[in-house]
């Protein structure tokens, strides 16, 4: 059974990796994800912050930018919270390159132009195969449109690829007014692909002490079906490469995912709750699914449901949509 795929031009063993997570911290995780299968490494996230915050400008990036990461639960801890300095982070990825045989994707999450691009390059120097940009924008100004955080989006995708030689993939989250539109220029302004979709972490509220509190959940399958919409919406209108992260705990959800359009998966959560060996059974599933199923390859079957072939894409997705509504009962 064939189960090589090409994304962001790397050519990979199979279609599923781990995406950015505390997994990547430790380099034995590394080497059992790869002895598990996992066809290349997606390094955990390095934010701005903390590079910034080390630096000694903590008061100002927290007041400016609360809430610029998703990954940071909705507000910053302070520089000791971290536990990877900016060269650290460079050195566990020279690390993972000499420890394995995999491609090393390095995740980026910044907040200034200047930032994407001086990390973007060390990132580089320090042997990554490709990078992902992990982008969260969230506007809470009044005065700020759609169109300007989409524009800087853009401009920081421009000013990355001028920089940096190796492959880089936008990491989005579903929130767009025109993702179609907004894809179409990421990719014009030198975006090797798209990773669907960045995770919000939203907080809670603790009604008796009046504080605010993190809460991380991890996800659940049923979180792929907004995944599996814009993927076969995507695939069949921009051209590029395809992740798709959240809500990828089985091997259905793999087959899911790859028929909708995506060229790799990433998988996190179910690595979280069952450890590195989850992605072997996974893959092993996978294989037996095609090999049931009389595929020749994983190749053969991407894009198999997406929208290519749809004559009108908004009347099949209103005639779903009345067709969901009008078929519930009690």
């Known amino acids: 059974m064939q189960l090589d795929t090409e994304y962001l031009g790397l050519k990979l063993k199979n279609p599923i990796m781990p995406g950015a997570s505390p997994l990547s911290d430790d380099l034995d995780h590394i080497r059992r994800l790869e002895d598990a299968g996992a066809a290349a490494i997606v390094m955990h996230s390095l934010f701005e912050e903390q590079i910034l915050m080390e630096q000694e400008a903590r008061e100002h990036h927290l007041e400016a930018h609360m809430d610029a990461s998703p990954e940071a639960l909705s507000f910053l801890p302070t520089s000791e919270d971290f536990e990877k300095s900016c060269d650290d982070y460079l050195r566990q990825i020279e690390s993972a390159k000499a420890a394995v045989g995999i491609p090393i994707i390095g995740s980026l999450n910044g907040i200034t132009p200047g930032g994407w691009?001086?990390?973007?390059?060390?990132?580089?120097?320090?042997?990554?195969?490709?990078?992902?940009?992990?982008?969260?924008?969230?506007?809470?100004?009044?005065?700020?449109?759609?169109?300007?955080?989409?524009?800087?989006?853009?401009?920081?995708?421009?000013?990355?690829?001028?920089?940096?030689?190796?492959?880089?993939?936008?990491?989005?989250?579903?929130?767009?007014?025109?993702?179609?539109?907004?894809?179409?220029?990421?990719?014009?302004?030198?975006?090797?692909?798209?990773?669907?979709?960045?995770?919000?972490?939203?907080?809670?509220?603790?009604?008796?002490?009046?504080?605010?509190?993190?809460?991380?959940?991890?996800?659940?399958?049923?979180?792929?079906?907004?995944?599996?919409?814009?993927?076969?919406?995507?695939?069949?209108?921009?051209?590029?490469?395809?992740?798709?992260?959240?809500?990828?705990?089985?091997?259905?959800?793999?087959?899911?995912?790859?028929m909708a359009g995506a060229h790799v998966v990433q998988m996190v959560s179910a690595l979280l709750r069952f450890g590195p060996e989850h992605l072997k059974v996974v893959l092993k599933q996978f294989t037996r699914w095609l090999e049931t199923n009389e595929y020749e390859s994983a190749k053969q079957m991407r894009a198999a449901m997406n929208l290519r072939h749809c004559p009108d894409v908004t009347g099949f997705e209103r005639t779903n949509y009345m067709r969901i509504i009008h078929g519930w009962q009690a």
Request: aromatic share 8%; no cysteine; glycine share 4%.
């Open 117 to 258: 691009v001086s990390y973007a390059r060390l990132i580089e120097e320090a042997g990554a195969d490709a990078l992902e940009l992990n982008y969260y924008d969230l506007p809470s100004d009044p005065n700020v449109t759609g169109a300007g955080v989409e524009a800087r989006a853009l401009e920081m995708v421009k000013a990355v690829r001028n920089e940096v030689k190796i492959p880089i993939a936008v990491k989005l989250s579903p929130f767009f007014s025109s993702l179609p539109n907004f894809a179409t220029q990421l990719v014009a302004a030198g975006a090797n692909g798209l990773v669907l979709f960045n995770r919000f972490y939203q907080p809670d509220i603790d009604i008796d002490a009046l504080d605010v509190l993190p809460v991380l959940e991890l996800s659940s399958p049923a979180e792929l079906r907004l995944r599996l919409r814009w993927l076969a919406i995507l695939s069949a209108r921009v051209e590029t490469s395809y992740a798709a992260t959240g809500g990828i705990h089985s091997a259905t959800d793999v087959v899911r995912a790859v």
